[in-house]
C-alpha cells in the first residue's frame, strides 16, 4: 500500500507567478484534502476534494483553486502568488467525506518560497 | 468548531512517560477527540482518536475526562523519535460539508532529552 505523495518538494517563484502543486493519495481514498502550514503554525484547511468535486472550503481567496482526476490524484493551484503565500503546503486523503471517526493520511507536503 | 487548549511546549526524559494535556470545554456531545502529531520536515500522522471511553493503541493512550471537557495523550515510554508537535482536534459529524476538515490549532511541542 503506497502512502500520500506530493510534488515537487521544493519549489520557488516569484511574486505574481502561477504554481501548480501535485498530490497523490493512498490507494483506494477517495477524498482529498489541502492545507497550508505557515512557519510555526498549524496546518490550515484550503479545501476538499470528493469524487471530483469540491466539497468544503476554508477562508482561502478563489486565486486558490483544485481539481481531482478520476484516479483521485488532485492538484492544487494558487495564481497571483503573493509574499504571504510562502509556507508547507499538505496534502491530505482519507476514505469517503470521513465520518468523525476516520483518519486522514498526510503527504510530507510542497515547501513554496515566494520571492 | 469548538476550540482546543494546548501548552505550548513540554519536555520529557527518554524512556519515561509522558501526558500531554487538551483542553476543549465547549466540546458537544457528538464531537470525537483526535490527536495527531507531526514530526520535524513531515506531514501530520494520526495517532488516536475517542468519543467517552478510554483508548489504547499501538503508538499512545487517550485518557478521556468523565465531563469530556479535558483530555490527555499518554505515551508510556517516550524515545527520540517521539519529539514532534501534538494537536489535539475535536471532530464533528459534519460529512455534509466540512467532511474530512481537521482544524488544527498551534499544538504542543515536545521535546524528548536523552
Known amino acids: 500500500e503506497t502512502g500520500v505523495t506530493q510534488s515537487p518538494t521544493h519549489l520557488i517563484k516569484t511574486r505574481g507567478q502561477q504554481v501548480t502543486l501535485r498530490c497523490s493519495s493512498q490507494s483506494g481514498h477517495n477524498t482529498v484534502s489541502w492545507y497550508q502550514q505557515a512557519l510555526g503554525q498549524g496546518p490550515q484547511f484550503i479545501f476538499q476534494?470528493?469524487?471530483?468535486?469540491?466539497?468544503g472550503r476554508g477562508n482561502f481567496p478563489p486565486r486558490f483553486s483544485g481539481l481531482q482526476f478520476p484516479n483521485y490524484s488532485s492538484e492544487l493551484n494558487v495564481n497571483a502568488l503573493e509574499l504571504d503565500d510562502s509556507a508547507l503546503y499538505l496534502c491530505?486523503?482519507?476514505?469517503?467525506?470521513?465520518?468523525?471517526?476516520?483518519?486522514?493520511?498526510f503527504g510530507p507536503g510542497t515547501r513554496l518560497t515566494v520571492t | 468548531d469548538a476550540k482546543t487548549t494546548q501548552p505550548n511546549s513540554m519536555e520529557s526524559n527518554e524512556e519515561e512517560p509522558v501526558h500531554l494535556p487538551c483542553n476543549h470545554s465547549?466540546?458537544?456531545?457528538?464531537?470525537?477527540i483526535h490527536w495527531y502529531r507531526q514530526l520535524p520536515s513531515q506531514g501530520p500522522e494520526y495517532v488516536i482518536h475517542?468519543?467517552?471511553s478510554n483508548v489504547n493503541n499501538r503508538m499512545a493512550s487517550l485518557a478521556i475526562a468523565e465531563d469530556r471537557k479535558s483530555s490527555t495523550l499518554i505515551l508510556h515510554r517516550a524515545t527520540l523519535r517521539d519529539a514532534a508537535v501534538y494537536y489535539c482536534i475535536l471532530k464533528g459529524r459534519r460529512a455534509e460539508t466540512s467532511g474530512s476538515r481537521l482544524t488544527f490549532g498551534e499544538g504542543t511541542q515536545l521535546t524528548v532529552n536523552p
Open positions: 465547549t466540546i458537544s456531545g457528538t464531537d470525537y
Open positions: 476534494y470528493y469524487r471530483e468535486e469540491e466539497n
Open positions: 475517542g468519543l467517552t
Open positions: 491530505a486523503s482519507s476514505l469517503g467525506l470521513a465520518g468523525p471517526t476516520y483518519e486522514q493520511y
